[in-house]
């Protein structure tokens, strides 16, 4: 909080900043909620794909998936960089707006990375 507020504990800071931090605070809970989620999600579909892989005796069903795994989270992690940085660029002369348009930006990207990664892995390795 120091270097988003200036303040070392929240004492200092005003009804407005106080109401801003429980808000990132909100923010944060929901990020690591959600990468949980996926995390399941994923770990259910590789599972998902290993039993497959032996049904089928070939390692193309899990080695497909595992693939489409990790594209798809490296390209949401590239995404949302990219997002929340051309978000904030965006949103720079709106001033407080900025944080609007890089968490859009954030989103839009990551979205748009997660689904990309998800192509590329089909063409690279159909299921």
Known sequence: MYQLFGESNHAGLTGAQLV????LRYLKIGGRVSLVVGVVVDTVQLASAAVESYDKNSAKPFAAQAIRTAGSWAGAWA???AGVALGGLAG?????????????????????GYFGGHWIADWVCEN
């Open 79 to 81: 995404g949302a960089k």
């Open 20 to 23: 801003q931090a429980k808000q």
């Open 92 to 112: 720079i002369e709106t001033g407080p707006g900025v944080v609007l348009t890089a968490i859009g930006g954030g989103l839009i990207g990551g979205a748009a």
